[in-house]
T-cell receptor, first 112, second 115 residues
Framework: DQQVKQNSPSLSVQEGRISILNCDYT??????FLWYKKYPAEGPTFLIS?????DKNEDGRFTVFLNKSAKHLSLHIVPSQPGDSAVYFC???????????FGQGTTLQVKP | DAMVIQNPRYQVTQFGKPVTLSCSQT?????MYWYQQKSSQAPKLLFH???????NEADTPDNFQSRRPNTSFCFLDIRSPGLGDAAMYLC??????????????FGPGTRLTVL
């Protein structure tokens, strides 16, 4: 069973517009959520995280929203830039395990 | 720069021939992880070391073994690779107290091909 799902394999947006990447999870024990970005031929790099005690965390152009009742989180990138083109992975963790469960990723393409 | 290094970046092996993948870190992190990622799938945790304590995932095949001789190095041994083991293998590290969480730092991965 897939506990973390990213249902959109790909997303294409115009430069300067908003990119919204979505992630759903099923395990109510998850209490920490992260987004990673991955460029080709590189490992994933940490982007932003959010604890389950919050519903929003912002870092520059990146904002993560958490809706616990819907078991849904989203990553907003505003404004999108061509350099943001990459694969974005959502990941979830529970404090009693410390392990990350990843979604399958969404490929974002930002067109100039 | 502190980092996670994986060698080799590309590994080709023959069906059934043992292979070892290497990971080293200069971050002095206490936790090291090995993930398997197949094309268009989520990275899947194989096992991790919390300091010297080895933690195997329940569904990790016995074919996969790991060694952590010291804080800096961790190895993934595949005893008899099958065609289904062809994948990207990612090493990650983290600095976390037990029962807590923190972001993981990933190496660039080793792409394994099995002929």
């Amino acid at each position: 069973d897939q506990q973390v799902k990213q249902n959109s394999p790909s997303l294409s947006v115009q430069e300067g517009r908003i990119s919204i990447l979505n992630c759903d999870y099923t395990n109510s024990m998850f209490d920490y959520f992260l987004w990673y970005k991955k460029y080709p031929a590189e490992g994933p790099t940490f982007l932003i995280s959010i604890s389950s005690i919050k519903d929003k965390n912002e870092d520059g152009r990146f904002t993560v929203f958490l809706n616990k009742s819907a078991k849904h989180l989203s990553l907003h990138i505003v404004p999108s830039q061509p350099g943001d083109s990459a694969v974005y992975f959502c990941a979830a963790s529970s404090s009693n395990t410390g392990k990350l469960i990843f979604g399958q990723g969404t490929t974002l393409q930002v067109k100039p | 720069d502190a980092m996670v290094i994986q060698n080799p970046r590309y590994q080709v092996t023959q069906f059934g021939k043992p292979v070892t993948l290497s990971c080293s870190q200069t971050l002095n992190h206490n936790v090291m992880y090995w993930y398997q990622q197949k094309s268009s799938q989520a990275p899947k945790l194989l096992f991790h070391y919390y300091d010297k304590d080895f933690n195997n995932e329940a569904d990790t095949p016995d074919n996969f073994q790991s060694r952590r001789p010291n804080t800096s190095f961790c190895f993934l041994d595949i005893r008899s690779p099958g065609l289904g083991d062809a994948a990207m293998y990612l090493c990650a590290t983290s600095s976390i107290p037990r029962g807590d969480y923190n972001e993981q730092f990933f190496g660039p991965g080793t792409r394994l091909t099995v002929l």
